[in-house]
């Protein structure tokens, strides 16, 4: 990547923490739910405009709450960002990103998960005294040296509850309807119970409801007790699937039909606080880990009007759909446009809980309690895009700076690749990454799509200051090692010798471990 040394200058970098004041009077330790989608798109909810999609749940949290207009995941895909929003910290601190390879998230046979070093929301939490539970998606590691050793399981990331997990998630080759795979799902897909692996491959169907139930018994049994969630869904990332009850719910097909799932299950753990009388206690927080794969066409999420998809620096792959939600906290129905990024939630949520972000490490997150609550200003006077190590762009209030670009698919391409609006071709995406020179700049508030890139000469003395926030960042940042390259067939969890158990050997695609050890 080319340094604008034209530009930059040497300037120390300093990490400011706001406390907690919000001109609103918040109960001391609070409950606190994170409801985390898999690549939602900014344009999947009915409350965020979708012309489309249902109204559910989701978007009975946004009339009773605040909806984040300018809300970015913390990373453009899936293992770098649960990662960054469950540390605060982006993901090259401590190399849970890819190096030469094309992995953008831990694959089954990956040695490696976030580093027990780093600490979570969950364990920060655990602290002050709360319970802390888990259940869905995981994809931040399991196994270190043998199959079942779950070293970086969530019981051992801060979780003293953990329910059904997809240790990597829902994937292509997990596909049930041999749509896209003829010979029936991988015993690379694997349901655990706990740190016990209780199916594989696993099977959809009601598996949204069953973790549901998991978030409710965890919220009955800690309702005398401030308690952690973080509910984990899979439904929205390919292979689409959809409980009986709610095939055909959607007119928007098999995606529409999973969103739906989700937010039933979002409704009936709210309609949990309710009954328990909890509600008047519990921040809820609803939001994506990063934007949908276009490529993937009706089988992925609505980006909205932005531009680009996941695995970018483009508003598709980072703006998501993030609702507050605290009746009697915050303002019911409103919409609030200052920027907010997932890895806030780490100092936010530590300081509602009454304690503090570690001062031994960088946390990059910041304190937006009082954006949320009191109507308060982002404290980012920059933020800066990484990809793995890569610093990609950069935001400073209105404007956005691109350094390096990554490619996304044209409608021509996607025209011929997604006959019938469904994908004919079920790898990933062939992104290609280039370097701007001179970087390019966008005024978000009139061009939200990115298609106008501004007169450099007009602009430069934002220029000049964001490219010199965002050098003097990378030079500070120290950059460990990529993790997500590695791959061991030793570490490859297998619930029996078949690696296959309470599933039908028939219907099994066959697997063969063939990663060097």
Not at 255 to 282: F, Q
């Amino acid at each position: 990547m080319k340094m604008y040394y034209c530009y930059f200058a040497a300037a120390a970098y300093l990490f400011l923490c706001s406390s907690v004041a919000t001109g609103v009077d918040l109960p001391e330790k609070p409950n606190i739910i994170i409801l985390l989608a898999d690549d939602v798109g900014y344009g999947d909810l009915y409350s965020f405009g979708s012309v489309v999609q249902e109204k559910g749940a989701i978007d009975l949290m946004a009339a009773e709450g605040v909806s984040m207009m300018d809300w970015y995941s913390a990373d453009s895909t899936c293992t770098p960002s649960r990662a960054a929003m469950l540390t605060g910290r982006r993901v090259a601190w401590y190399g849970l990103y890819p190096g030469t390879s094309s992995h953008t998230g831990l694959a089954p046979e990956s040695p490696n998960g976030l580093p027990l070093s780093e600490l979570t929301i969950a364990e920060m939490l655990q602290d002050q005294g709360y319970e802390t539970g888990f259940v869905g998606k995981w994809h931040l590691g399991v196994n270190n040296h043998s199959s079942d050793d779950y070293v970086y399981a969530p019981s051992k990331q801060g979780f003293n509850y953990v329910g059904l997990n997809l240790p990597t998630g829902n994937m292509w080759v997990c596909d049930e309807t041999r749509r896209a795979m003829p010979d029936g799902p991988s015993p690379k897909c694997y349901l655990y119970d706990g740190d016990e692996i209780i199916q594989q491959p696993f099977a959809h169907v009601n598996l949204t409801s069953r973790m549901t139930d998991n978030g409710i018994s965890f919220i009955t049994e800690n309702q005398d007790k401030p308690f952690f969630l973080l509910m984990s869904y899979f439904n929205t990332h390919v292979a689409l699937m959809a409980s009986p009850e709610f095939e055909g719910s959607s007119r928007r097909g098999s995606y529409g039909d999973a969103m739906n799932e989700m937010s039933d299950s979002v409704g009936k753990l709210r309609s949990t606080l309710d009954d328990l009388k909890l509600t008047a206690t519990t921040l809820v927080i609803f939001t994506s880990d990063n934007g949908p794969a276009i490529e993937l066409c009706t089988e992925s999420g609505d980006p909205g009007s932005f531009r680009g998809t996941k695995q970018t620096q483009w508003e598709a792959a980072l703006r998501v759909p993030t609702i507050f939600s605290w009746p009697g906290y915050i303002e019911p129905n409103t919409k609030n446009y200052e920027f907010g990024t997932s890895m806030d939630l780490f100092p936010t949520i530590v300081r509602l809980a009454g304690g503090a972000p570690p001062s031994d490490r960088h946390i990059d997150g910041e304190d937006v309690a009082e954006v949320v609550f009191g109507g308060g200003k982002s404290p980012h006077d920059y933020y800066f895009i990484y990809s793995g190590d890569t610093l990609m762009a950069a935001r400073a209030g209105r404007y956005k700076v691109v350094f390096n670009s990554t490619t996304t698919p044209t409608s021509l391409e996607l025209e011929a690749g997604c006959p019938n609006g469904i994908p004919d071709e079920y790898g990933p995406y062939a992104y290609e990454t280039h370097t701007e020179d001179p970087p390019i700049m966008y005024d978000l508030y009139r061009d939200p799509k990115e298609m106008y890139p501004l007169i450099q000469e007009d602009h430069w003395d934002v220029l000049g200051a964001v490219i010199e926030a965002a050098f003097g960042y990378d030079s500070m940042l120290t950059k460990a090692a990529p993790l997500l390259d590695d791959l061991s067939c030793s570490v490859f969890p297998c619930c029996a010798e078949s690696c296959s158990c309470n599933y039908p050997k028939a219907e099994i695609s066959e697997y063969t471990c063939s990663v060097r050890s």
